[in-house]
Nanobody, 120 residues
């Protein structure tokens, strides 16, 4: 059974930092692209970032480029997202997602999500 479990969210002040983790199991983590997707209150899903297998290729939404950093630890089957210089508009549920074998942009499995609230 494929499982993805996010952790590390919480309340942080504007300008602060958080590190999200996504522990995975049930599949060969090292062979798949994995991503972060978020959903702000009352809004639709927004793709945030992806790291391809191997870890060298990473992609970011313009809204987070230069502030967020995605990484993966294949030995631990874990995905990370470092969130720096946080803004109120980063407030959202953050989900990690496993890609399908067809495309890194095809999200096949999702975690339950973790809440990030940026507020003073």
């Amino acid at each position: 059974e494929v499982q993805l479990v996010e952790s590390g969210g919480g309340l942080v002040q504007p300008g602060g930092s958080l590190r999200l983790s996504c522990a995975t199991s049930g599949f060969d983590f090292s062979t798949y692209a994995v991503s972060w997707v978020r959903q702000a209150p009352g809004e639709g899903l927004e793709w945030v970032s992806t790291v391809r297998r191997g870890g060298q290729l990473t992609y970011y939404a313009d809204s987070v480029k230069g502030r967020f950093s995605i990484s993966r630890d294949d030995a631990k089957a874990t995905l990370y997202l470092q969130l720096n210089s946080l803004k109120a508009e980063d407030t959202a549920m953050y989900y990690c997602a496993k890609a399908s074998a067809v495309s890194w942009a095809d999200f096949e499995y999702w975690g339950q999500g973790i809440r990030v609230t940026v507020s003073s």
